[in-house]
């Protein structure tokens, strides 16, 4: 059920429930499908905090290793394989500043499903550099015109009642799939809105 619907199913007026989205935009507050998204990345940043301290411990264990013992050849193999431990650790972390950047991005973007989003997304040409994701806007616009239905729209357009306006119904054939190519990603979306199932044929 949508979040509207749930507002109105309490008795209250269209005027009170666009109040209401209206300051939730306002504050930035989104509703999502992510079950227990806050929770999840609370728990990322635990474990990226954990990683940086289990770094650091390392990295200190090992400055003093090397001054204190630099003649034992057991211990230097011992320096070496907590260095190896260490590079995984770093990349493990990185990982996951990645993760957590990837779905805070997605949040932000009031994506439907983080799952089936970054199905579509390549992986592998966006790259996480000073708190940044590099190649991942231009890859969310082009989703957003190609897969709209995977984002919460924030105006969605009414429902199809035939007049003048909207999308016509299924059967009229007013709208051809070559004018649905040159449609924008807005009067897709209110296609999408207005008339699912038109939009899935035209697709």
């Known amino acids: 059920m949508e979040f509207k619907e749930i507002l109105k199913a309490q ?3 269209d005027e009170q429930i666009n109040n209401i989205t209206a300051k939730m935009k306002e504050e930035k507050i989104y509703t999502t499908s992510l079950e227990n998204a806050d929770e ?3 728990k990322l940043k635990g474990q990226k905090a954990d990683l940086d ?4 411990a390392a990295n ?3 400055t003093e290793l090397k001054k204190n013992n630099k003649d034992n050849e057991a211990l230097q193999q011992t320096i070496q394989d907590h260095e190896a ?3 995984n650790l770093k990349k493990e972390s990185a990982q996951k500043d990645f993760n957590y950047a990837l779905d805070s991005a997605l949040k932000d973007n009031k994506c ?3 799952k089936a989003l970054k199905a579509l997304l390549d ?3 966006i790259k996480f550099n000073e708190g940044k994701l590099e190649g991942l806007e ?3 616009t082009a989703l957003k015109e190609s897969d709209g239905y995977l984002f919460d729209t924030s105006n969605p357009a009414p429902g199809n009642t035939g007049g003048t306006g909207n999308h016509p119904r299924v059967g009229d054939g007013a709208i051809t799939k070559e004018q649905f190519n040159k449609m924008t990603y807005k009067e897709r979306v209110d296609l999408f809105n207005s008339n699912k199932e038109l939009y899935n044929q035209l697709k």
């Open 123 to 125: 992986l592998d040409n």
């Open 112 to 114: 439907k499903n983080a």
């Open 40 to 42: 999840r990345y609370t």
């Open 11 to 13: 008795s209250l007026t």
């Open 85 to 87: 431990t260490i590079e």
């Open 53 to 56: 301290e289990q770094i650091k």
């Open 138 to 140: 231009g890859q969310l």
């Open 60 to 62: 200190t264990t090992i």
